[in-house]
């Protein structure tokens, strides 16, 4: 109702388009009545003319009326979709990194594309007609208690009993149709995930599994609707027999009074057409009914994700974040996942001072992605703070929070459109000339420059198309691109070799002058660069210093350096210490 009411004049006239054509179709068959008893039984022909004229304008007025109805009433669902649709997305920009952590792409999809339909077509559909619907049945009762009261009594006996069947009918579809949407989102998951992973399928020739997979998502979809077809065709033949008992009734009653001499035949035909005109509104409600348990099921699963808390958002008086210096400070960080028992991080506390290139290093799994996670607030601390020249990032506002780092993912993400849009993605108004001098920084401009269609190449879905090393490349150009003050990259060379990493080092190395800047990093070189070196064990900070100092002092580094590190030091064949798989693309 509320996504309604900015359509509420639309809708009015949609209605009223609606009242006018109903109204219409009562005056018909009281016309149909005159015309047979003054025209035809009495042989005026003038009288049959007359009620032939009058049914033609009755007709031509339906359709006037109908359409504009019709078309009004599109107008204003089309608009409902359109903003329920931009609210849900909206609503899904801005949820916290925990609750996409759970859900599950296809299912998002489908409340965005097909509960949003389902609530669409209700209300430009359904809505009209359960209103117009009570109208005609009201309507028409009372004509019928008028015409004659005895008929209409009996013929109004059965209403109780459809009302019944129907009430029964909705309690027990409303459940299945939720199903329904559940096993439809459950299939766009196989579906998604698959079409993200199809190389996956083909390297391991799983295809069959795969189609078992859907098969079996598909199945499940077919015997939801099963089930609610069974409700549906117990229901129906229920309603229609008491209808048709209704007509029984009046057929009977109606006929007793003929003979009598009570009612006219023109009377009794009137008197069943208008009881057809009761039957008519029962029967919508009827369809109405699954309909409205429907788009009832679907608007819950729409506001389950509208109404679903964003965990991470701006305090009440957040604070811009203004000209930032730089200073970063754990102060005895814990941190849990959502949902999950297991804490990651375990009173981690360091302090990266302004201009500091800060390496991150540690086992896989030692939480090295989650502490740089908590500095952009994508999840917050479970307890202690973590702060940005002295604010607690929970203080500030996200907008300037962000804006003031630069990340690359670990495994980076590229939309589709050409280089150029992605480099400027966090700047679309950056020129071509800084989008080219952040690619150089980032060592992207020379590949970019070989291929045929420059910066303006066009990158499929998830930056197909590119080698792994050049998509961490174009991602590393995009977060130069905004000049941050911070900067976070997550093995953000992992893929490229190791001159070219080399180079990239030598170029950031300028550019990092006067930023903070935090690198997880699997080579020596880097660590031994960095201005500080953060070692982490399972969650704890277990060394904290630079690479000679740690050398001498920490044997878990020590460890690392020869264990973890590649050893490309200096790019010096004889530092080689290095596993010999080493290398990186
Ligand atoms: P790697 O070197 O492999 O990237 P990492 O040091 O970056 O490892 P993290 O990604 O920080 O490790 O993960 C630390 C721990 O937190 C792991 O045990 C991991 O299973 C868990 N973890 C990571 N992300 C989530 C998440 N979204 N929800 C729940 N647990 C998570
Ligand atoms: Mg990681």
């Given at each position: 109702m509320r996504y309604l009411w900015p359509y509420r004049l639309t809708a009015l006239g949609a209605f009223v388009g609606l009242m006018i054509s109903s109204l219409a179709s009562l005056a018909g068959p009281r016309i149909l009545a005159w015309g047979v008893d003054d025209g035809v039984k009495a042989l005026d022909l003038a009288v049959v003319w007359k009620s032939c004229a009058l049914l033609v304008g009755v007709a031509a007025g339906r359709s006037v009326f109908g359409f504009l109805q019709g078309y009004w009433s599109e107008v204003a669902s089309q608009g409902v979709a359109f903003d329920l649709r931009n609210a849900i997305y909206d609503k899904l920009q801005r949820l916290s990194f925990s609750y996409h952590d759970q859900a599950q792409t296809g299912k998002l999809m489908t409340r965005v594309t097909s509960d949003v339909e389902q609530v669409r077509q209700f209300v430009g559909v359904g809505l009209l007609q359960l209103v117009s619907a009570l109208v005609l049945l009201v309507g028409s009762a009372v004509i019928l208690l008028r015409a004659n009261w005895q008929l209409a009594l009996a013929a109004l006996s059965v209403v109780p009993f459809i009302f019944a069947v129907l009430g029964g009918f909705i309690m027990r579809v409303r459940p299945r149709f939720g199903a329904i949407q559940r096993k439809l989102g459950a299939l766009n998951t196989v579906l998604q995930e698959n079409l993200a992973g199809a190389k996956v399928v083909h390297a391991f020739a799983a295809e069959p599994l795969e189609s078992e997979r859907f098969t079996v998502a598909n199945r499940g979809l077919v015997e939801e609707w099963q089930g609610l077809i069974k409700v549906f065709s117990t229901s129906f033949p229920l309603i229609f027999f008491f209808s048709n008992l209704g007509t029984l009734l009046v057929f009977w009653l109606g006929g007793a009074k003929v003979i009598v001499g009570e009612m006219s035949v023109g009377q009794v035909i009137a008197f069943n057409l208008y009881l057809s005109l009761l039957l008519m509104p029962i029967f919508i409600l009827g369809g109405l009914a699954a309909g409205l348990s429907r788009a009832g099921a679907s608007a819950g699963?729409?506001?389950?994700?509208?109404?679903?808390?964003?965990?991470?958002?701006?305090?009440?008086?957040?604070?811009?974040?203004?000209?930032?210096?730089?200073?970063?400070?754990?102060?005895?960080?814990?941190?849990?996942?959502?949902?999950?028992?297991?804490?990651?991080?375990?009173?981690?506390?360091?302090?990266?001072?302004?201009?500091?290139?800060?390496?991150?290093?540690?086992?896989?799994?030692?939480?090295?992605?989650?502490?740089?996670?908590?500095?952009?607030?994508?999840?917050?601390?479970?307890?202690?703070?973590?702060?940005?020249?002295?604010?607690?990032?929970?203080?500030?506002?996200?907008?300037?929070?962000?804006?003031?780092?630069?990340?690359?993912?670990?495994?980076?993400?590229?939309?589709?459109g050409s280089i150029r849009d992605n480099i400027a993605y966090g700047r679309p108004d950056a020129g071509d000339a800084e989008v080219e001098a952040a690619s150089r920084a980032a060592q992207a401009h020379d590949f970019i420059s070989a291929l045929p269609e420059g910066y303006a190449t066009e990158v499929g879905e998830r930056g197909?198309?590119?080698?792994?090393?050049?998509?961490?490349?174009?991602?590393?150009?995009?977060?130069?691109?905004?000049?941050?003050?911070?900067?976070?990259?997550?093995?953000?060379?992992?893929?490229?070799?190791?001159?070219?990493?080399?180079?990239?080092?030598?170029?950031l190395k300028r550019l990092l002058v006067g930023r903070t800047a935090f690198v997880i990093a699997q080579r020596l070189s880097t660590a031994r660069r960095a201005s500080r070196i953060i070692v982490l064990d399972e969650g704890k900070v277990v060394a904290n210093g630079i690479h000679d100092e740690l050398l001498a002092t920490s044997a878990i580094y020590c460890e690392i350096v020869s264990s973890q590190l590649l050893g490309d030091e200096d790019l010096a064949p004889a530092a080689a210490a290095a596993p010999p798989a080493a290398g990186g693309a």
């Open positions: 699963r729409l506001f389950e994700v509208m109404d679903a808390e964003v965990e991470v958002r701006d305090r009440p008086g957040a604070v811009e974040l203004g000209a930032v210096t730089g200073r970063i400070a754990f102060e005895d960080v814990h941190f849990r996942y959502p949902g999950m028992d297991k804490p990651v991080l375990q009173g981690v506390s360091f302090t990266a001072e302004p201009g500091e290139t800060v390496a991150i290093l540690g086992r896989t799994g030692s939480g090295k992605s989650t502490v740089i996670n908590l500095i952009p607030r994508f999840y917050d601390v479970t307890a202690g703070r973590v702060t940005i020249d002295g604010h607690d990032v929970r203080d500030l506002s996200l907008d300037s929070l962000r804006r003031a780092i630069g990340l690359v993912h670990q495994d980076p993400v590229l939309f589709s197909s198309g590119l080698s792994g090393g050049q998509r961490q490349r174009i991602a590393i150009a995009r977060a130069l691109l905004v000049d941050p003050r911070i900067l976070i990259f997550d093995d953000s060379t992992s893929a490229v070799d190791t001159v070219t990493e080399q180079r990239i080092q030598e170029a």
